[in-house]
């Protein structure tokens, strides 16, 4: 089951911030954040676990509602270097462990503008 | 840690032969690893699952005879992309679940990718 992101595209402006969502209609154990370079792979940023937890790395944090199966992408201030594709990965909850395989939203394009 | 190399990285093709991309745990024995593909602007898409020792478990939709996966070792995968016809044309990338120390040291690390180019 895919998980649902939004907005599909953000336009910012150097320093502004910015939020990306992604939802699930099935019970999720964890939810992994990347950011994908055209023609790269994409770029392991956090994880977070069931038990609804929020993490951060410098300007770029990540929160999980457990109850809504709900997470949120917060890039603060944000850089030239942050414009990419953002990706939520989603491991579905079996029985109170992990299915086993990421599954993944259809992306967030991200253009950060000087 | 928990790197995955993957080869080749850009690969032509005619249509109608076979392609082998390799993707290897470097420092890590991955007893699963996973193949994705991704069309130009598009999400990365799960073809299947694959195991050490055992069959591959395809998801819905991808044809097993025309993506042949072997695992034969804790830190060799392949995929083979057989008859390729111009629609295989895609990014294909490896990916395998790695954990380290602690209930919440664990995830998921990609290879680079393989661009395949069927003419």
């Known amino acids: 089951q895919q998980p649902v992101q939004s907005p599909q595209a953000v336009i910012l402006r150097e320093g502004e911030d910015a939020v990306i969502n992604c939802s699930s209609s099935k019970a999720l154990y964890s939810v992994h954040w990347y950011r994908q370079k055209h023609g790269e792979a994409p770029v392991f940023l956090m994880i977070?676990?069931?038990?609804?937890e929020q993490k951060g790395h410098e300007k770029i944090s990540a929160s999980f509602n457990e109850k809504k199966q709900q997470s949120s992408l917060y890039l603060t201030a944000s850089q030239l270097s942050y414009s990419g594709t953002y990706f939520c990965?989603?491991?579905?909850?079996?029985?109170?462990?992990?299915?086993?395989?990421?599954?993944f939203g259809q992306g967030t394009i991200l253009t950060v503008h000087p | 840690g928990a790197v995955v190399s993957q080869h080749p990285s850009r690969v032509i093709c005619k249509s109608g032969t076979s392609v082998k991309i390799e993707c290897r745990s470097l420092d890590f024995q991955a007893t699963t690893m996973f193949w994705y593909r991704q069309f130009p602007k598009q999400s990365l898409m799960l073809m299947a699952t694959s195991n050490e020792g055992s069959k591959a478990t395809y998801e819905q939709g991808v044809e097993k005879d025309k993506f042949l996966i072997n695992h034969a070792s804790l830190t060799l995968s392949t995929l083979t992309v057989t008859s390729a016809h111009p629609e295989d044309s895609s990014f294909y990338i490896c990916?395998?679940?790695?954990?380290?120390?602690?209930?919440?040291?664990?995830?998921?690390?990609f290879g680079s990718g393989t661009r395949l180019t069927v003419v």
């Open positions: 977070l676990l069931k038990g609804g």
């Open positions: 990916s395998a679940r790695y954990r380290g120390r602690g209930y919440t040291n664990y995830g998921y690390t």
């Open positions: 990965g989603t491991e579905l909850q079996a029985g109170g462990t992990s299915y086993g395989k990421l599954t």
